[in-house]
C-alpha cells in the first residue's frame, strides 16, 4: 500500500462510530480513545465511573476509567489495580491494552468464571493515554517510530536562546520522518546487494557508497546545524517525584518535579487512591516486563516483595511468550524520576513496566527472529532487517518501509530520503495487534487473581476465669500480595494494617500475636494491647490472642489501606 492509500485507510476506520465490544484492529486516535472510554462508560454505567484525571499542556483532558462492582463493595474497600500506557507518546498500543483489558473485563462479566471472580475482587483504575498530547501529535504529525515521545514543554536543547527551534522535517511530505543519506566514496557503508533498499557495513578495503545523515531535516534556524533541536524535552516518565534528578543528570527530567501538567494530575488522583496495591505502566517496546528499583543505589528491594515479583514475573513470561521478567535498573539501564519509582515508594504498590512489541516476531516465516544483539560497530543489523523487509513485502504488502528517492536538499545539495515509516519497528502491524493486547491484557488479569484477600476466622472464645476470656483470631490472606507491600512497611508510608478489639461491655487486659497455640507462646504488646499493627503475608496466616475480662458482644476489626476493611462480632459466652 502506498503512504497515501495507509493514510485514507486510517483516516476511513477513524471516522467509524466506536461501539463496544470494541474493536483491535486499528489504533485509535487520541480522540477515538476518549470515544471508546465513553461507549464503555455508557454500555456499563453500574460499573464503571469516567473520570477527568487533568489536562496536558495542550489542554486535552486525560481520562481514568475506574472499574467497579458496587454489589461487591465501595471501590476503598477493594485492593486497587492501576493500568497506564502512552506516557511515550509514539508507544500508542499501550492504550489498545488498556482499552481491551477493560472491554475484556466488562463485556465478559457474568460470562466467564475467571472473568467475574477478578472483576467482583478488585476495583481497576485504567488511564489509557498518560501523554494525551503525544498520542494525538504522534498519529497526526510527521513522525518516526520513536518521535513524539515527551511532554510539550519546550525546551533548548542546544542551549542558543531559542526553543524548539529546529526539529526534524518531512521534506518529502509523505507523514513519515524517515532517514536521508549521501552518495560518498569514503562513506562506511554500502548497499546491500541481497536487497538495494538496505545499507551494510564495508568491510575493512572495501569502497564505501554512502553516509547516513540522520534523520529527515533542514536547518531552520540557518546556525549551520540540523535538527539540533526538536520538540521537547521532557520525558513524563523522568519527571515523578521520587528520586527526581535534574536534567545534568537525568535527560528529560525537567526543571522540577511534576513540572507536566498530565504528571502532576496522575500524582493527585492516584495518592488519593490508597488501595492501589498493583499498578502496570506499559510503554515499547522489546517483550519485557521490568521491576524495580530503577536505580543501583536504591538497593534490592525487600525479599518478601521480590518473591511476589518473581512469582508473577515467572507467569506472565508463559503467557506473553518471548517477553522477559526483569530487573530495570540492572538488566535495562538505570532511570530517575520514573513513574514505578513513584508508585513503588510513595503509593505502596507492586509495579511493572510492561514493554510491549518484539519486532524480532515480524519475519516472513512467522519464526521468531534471534534478538538482535550481534549489531555490526554502525548499527546496522541486516539479517534483522532483511527478514523485516520480507515481512512488509510478503505478509502485510508493504506501508512498512518508503523506498529510497532523490531529494535536493539545501544544505546537503542532492541526497536520498527513505526508511523505516512511523507506524512501523515499534507497533505490531493490526493484524497482529489482537494477539498482544489480549496476551498483555491477560498478564494483567492474571495478576488481578493474586491481590490481598484477608478473611477473618475468630477460632476461639474460651472462658478461661470466673470474668476472663480468651479470643484467638486468625486473619488469612488468600493472595499472593501480602496486606501492605514489605517496601511500605520499611518507607512506613501509611497507617500499618490493624486488628482491633473493642466492646462496651469487655476490656482487653492483653493482647498479642499467637506464635504457637499449643505452648501458649504469644508476643503481647505493652501499650494499648486492644489495638494490634499488623501485615497479612501473602499466603499465609497471622493469629493473635486477646485476654478480655466483662461481658457482652465484642467486636474485631481488621482495617488496611490495601485490602480493605472487615469485622466480626462474637458474644463474650
Ligand atoms: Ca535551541
Ligand atoms: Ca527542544
Ligand atoms: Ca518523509
Ligand atoms: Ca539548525
Ligand atoms: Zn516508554
Same mark, same amino acid.
Given at each position: 500500500m502506498t503512504a497515501a492509500l495507509t493514510a485514507l485507510a486510517i483516516v476511513l476506520i477513524q471516522a467509524q462510530e466506536v461501539k463496544v465490544p470494541l474493536r483491535f484492529d486499528f489504533y485509535y486516535s487520541y480522540e477515538k480513545v476518549v470515544e471508546a472510554l465513553k461507549a464503555l462508560n455508557t454500555a456499563y454505567p453500574e460499573m464503571t465511573k469516567l473520570d477527568q484525571v487533568g489536562k496536558s499542556e495542550e489542554g486535552r483532558i486525560i481520562w481514568a476509567l475506574t472499574i467497579n462492582n458496587p454489589k461487591t463493595g465501595e471501590p476503598f474497600s477493594k485492593p486497587g489495580v492501576y493500568v497506564d500506557g502512552n506516557?511515550? @507518546?509514539?508507544?500508542?498500543q499501550a492504550s489498545e491494552v488498556c482499552l481491551y483489558l477493560a472491554n475484556r473485563l466488562l463485556t465478559n462479566y457474568g460470562k466467564l468464571k475467571e472473568i467475574t471472580e477478578v472483576v467482583d475482587r478488585n476495583v481497576y483504575y485504567i488511564i489509557p493515554v498518560v501523554n494525551v498530547d503525544g498520542r494525538a501529535h504522534f498519529f497526526d504529525d510527521a513522525n518516526n517510530p520513536s518521535s513524539n515521545r515527551g511532554l510539550r514543554i519546550s525546551v533548548d536543547d542546544d542551549r542558543d536562546g531559542l526553543y524548539d527551534e529546529d526539529g526534524p522535517d518531512d521534506v518529502d511530505g509523505d507523514g513519515n520522518i524517515t532517514t536521508m543519506r549521501i552518495r560518498d566514496t569514503l562513506g562506511r557503508l554500502r548497499t546491500d546487494p541481497s536487497d538495494k533498499r538496505l545499507m551494510i557495513a564495508i568491510k575493512p578495503g572495501e569502497k564505501g557508497e554512502w553516509t547516513r545523515l540522520g534523520?529527515? @531535516?533542514?536547518?531552520n534556524d540557518g546556525d549551520g546545524v540540523v535538527n539540533e533541536d526538536g520538540e521537547g524535552y521532557v520525558d513524563g516518565n523522568r519527571n515523578w517525584g521520587y528520586n527526581w534528578q535534574p536534567p545534568y543528570v537525568q535527560r528529560g527530567a525537567g526543571n522540577y518535579p511534576f513540572e507536566g501538567s498530565g504528571i502532576k494530575a496522575i500524582a493527585e488522583w492516584m495518592l488519593v487512591r490508597p488501595n492501589i496495591i498493583m499498578v502496570f505502566a506499559f510503554h515499547n517496546n522489546g517483550g519485557m516486563y521490568l521491576r524495580g528499583p530503577s536505580f543501583k543505589a536504591a538497593g534490592e528491594l525487600p525479599q518478601g516483595d521480590i518473591s511476589v515479583y518473581d512469582y508473577l514475573g515467572k507467569n506472565i513470561e508463559k503467557i506473553v511468550p518471548g517477553y522477559e521478567y526483569l530487573i530495570s535498573w540492572k538488566d535495562l539501564y538505570s532511570t530517575y524520576g520514573d513513574f514505578t519509582d513513584f508508585t513503588n515508594n510513595l503509593v505502596g504498590s507492586y509495579s511493572f513496566v510492561g514493554e510491549l512489541f518484539q519486532v524480532e516476531t515480524e519475519t516472513f516465516d512467522g519464526t521468531m527472529m534471534r534478538?538482535?544483539?550481534?549489531?555490526?560497530m554502525f548499527g546496522e543489523s541486516s539479517d534483522a532487517e532483511r527478514q523485516r523487509l520480507l515481512f512488509n513485502d510478503n505478509v502485510v504488502q508493504g506501508g512498512q518501509f518508503v523506498e529510497w528517492k532523490a531529494y535536493k536538499h539545501p544544505l546537503y545539495g542532492d541526497i536520498e530520503v527513505g526508511g523505516w515509516t512511523k507506524m512501523s519497528s515499534r507497533l505490531p502491524h493490526p493484524f497482529m495487534l489482537q494477539d498482544l493486547v489480549h496476551r498483555n491484557a491477560s498478564a494483567v488479569i492474571f495478576t488481578a487473581q493474586y491481590t490481598p484477600k484477608v478473611v477473618m476466622d475468630v477460632f476461639e472464645v474460651k472462658k478461661?476465669?470466673?470474668d476472663l476470656w480468651r479470643v484467638r483470631v486468625r486473619l488469612v490472606n488468600e493472595?499472593?500480595?501480602?496486606?501492605?507491600t514489605h517496601a511500605s512497611m520499611k518507607n512506613k508510608l501509611y497507617p500499618p494494617d490493624i486488628l482491633s478489639l473493642t466492646g462496651s461491655g469487655a476490656k482487653v487486659v492483653s493482647g498479642g500475636v499467637l506464635k504457637d497455640p499449643y505452648m501458649e507462646l504469644v508476643d503481647y504488646k505493652?501499650?494499648?494491647?486492644e489495638v494490634q499493627m499488623c501485615q497479612v503475608p501473602g499466603s499465609g496466616k497471622t493469629e493473635y490472642q486477646f485476654l478480655v475480662s466483662g461481658k457482652g458482644s465484642i467486636e474485631l476489626r481488621f482495617e488496611s489501606a490495601k485490602a480493605g476493611k472487615i469485622s466480626k462480632t462474637v458474644a463474650l459466652k
Amino acid at each position: 500500500m502506498t503512504a497515501a492509500l495507509t493514510a485514507l485507510a486510517i483516516v476511513l476506520i477513524q471516522a467509524q462510530e466506536v461501539k463496544v465490544p470494541l474493536r483491535f484492529d486499528f489504533y485509535y486516535s487520541y480522540e477515538k480513545v476518549v470515544e471508546a472510554l465513553k461507549a464503555l462508560n455508557t454500555a456499563y454505567p453500574e460499573m464503571t465511573k469516567l473520570d477527568q484525571v487533568g489536562k496536558s499542556e495542550e489542554g486535552r483532558i486525560i481520562w481514568a476509567l475506574t472499574i467497579n462492582n458496587p454489589k461487591t463493595g465501595e471501590p476503598f474497600s477493594k485492593p486497587g489495580v492501576y493500568v497506564d500506557g502512552n506516557i511515550h @507518546g509514539n508507544e500508542i498500543q499501550a492504550s489498545e491494552v488498556c482499552l481491551y483489558l477493560a472491554n475484556r473485563l466488562l463485556t465478559n462479566y457474568g460470562k466467564l468464571k475467571e472473568i467475574t471472580e477478578v472483576v467482583d475482587r478488585n476495583v481497576y483504575y485504567i488511564i489509557p493515554v498518560v501523554n494525551v498530547d503525544g498520542r494525538a501529535h504522534f498519529f497526526d504529525d510527521a513522525n518516526n517510530p520513536s518521535s513524539n515521545r515527551g511532554l510539550r514543554i519546550s525546551v533548548d536543547d542546544d542551549r542558543d536562546g531559542l526553543y524548539d527551534e529546529d526539529g526534524p522535517d518531512d521534506v518529502d511530505g509523505d507523514g513519515n520522518i524517515t532517514t536521508m543519506r549521501i552518495r560518498d566514496t569514503l562513506g562506511r557503508l554500502r548497499t546491500d546487494p541481497s536487497d538495494k533498499r538496505l545499507m551494510i557495513a564495508i568491510k575493512p578495503g572495501e569502497k564505501g557508497e554512502w553516509t547516513r545523515l540522520g534523520q529527515e @531535516g533542514i536547518d531552520n534556524d540557518g546556525d549551520g546545524v540540523v535538527n539540533e533541536d526538536g520538540e521537547g524535552y521532557v520525558d513524563g516518565n523522568r519527571n515523578w517525584g521520587y528520586n527526581w534528578q535534574p536534567p545534568y543528570v537525568q535527560r528529560g527530567a525537567g526543571n522540577y518535579p511534576f513540572e507536566g501538567s498530565g504528571i502532576k494530575a496522575i500524582a493527585e488522583w492516584m495518592l488519593v487512591r490508597p488501595n492501589i496495591i498493583m499498578v502496570f505502566a506499559f510503554h515499547n517496546n522489546g517483550g519485557m516486563y521490568l521491576r524495580g528499583p530503577s536505580f543501583k543505589a536504591a538497593g534490592e528491594l525487600p525479599q518478601g516483595d521480590i518473591s511476589v515479583y518473581d512469582y508473577l514475573g515467572k507467569n506472565i513470561e508463559k503467557i506473553v511468550p518471548g517477553y522477559e521478567y526483569l530487573i530495570s535498573w540492572k538488566d535495562l539501564y538505570s532511570t530517575y524520576g520514573d513513574f514505578t519509582d513513584f508508585t513503588n515508594n510513595l503509593v505502596g504498590s507492586y509495579s511493572f513496566v510492561g514493554e510491549l512489541f518484539q519486532v524480532e516476531t515480524e519475519t516472513f516465516d512467522g519464526t521468531m527472529m534471534r534478538k538482535q544483539e550481534e549489531r555490526s560497530m554502525f548499527g546496522e543489523s541486516s539479517d534483522a532487517e532483511r527478514q523485516r523487509l520480507l515481512f512488509n513485502d510478503n505478509v502485510v504488502q508493504g506501508g512498512q518501509f518508503v523506498e529510497w528517492k532523490a531529494y535536493k536538499h539545501p544544505l546537503y545539495g542532492d541526497i536520498e530520503v527513505g526508511g523505516w515509516t512511523k507506524m512501523s519497528s515499534r507497533l505490531p502491524h493490526p493484524f497482529m495487534l489482537q494477539d498482544l493486547v489480549h496476551r498483555n491484557a491477560s498478564a494483567v488479569i492474571f495478576t488481578a487473581q493474586y491481590t490481598p484477600k484477608v478473611v477473618m476466622d475468630v477460632f476461639e472464645v474460651k472462658k478461661i476465669d470466673s470474668d476472663l476470656w480468651r479470643v484467638r483470631v486468625r486473619l488469612v490472606n488468600e493472595g499472593v500480595m501480602p496486606s501492605v507491600t514489605h517496601a511500605s512497611m520499611k518507607n512506613k508510608l501509611y497507617p500499618p494494617d490493624i486488628l482491633s478489639l473493642t466492646g462496651s461491655g469487655a476490656k482487653v487486659v492483653s493482647g498479642g500475636v499467637l506464635k504457637d497455640p499449643y505452648m501458649e507462646l504469644v508476643d503481647y504488646k505493652e501499650y494499648r494491647p486492644e489495638v494490634q499493627m499488623c501485615q497479612v503475608p501473602g499466603s499465609g496466616k497471622t493469629e493473635y490472642q486477646f485476654l478480655v475480662s466483662g461481658k457482652g458482644s465484642i467486636e474485631l476489626r481488621f482495617e488496611s489501606a490495601k485490602a480493605g476493611k472487615i469485622s466480626k462480632t462474637v458474644a463474650l459466652k
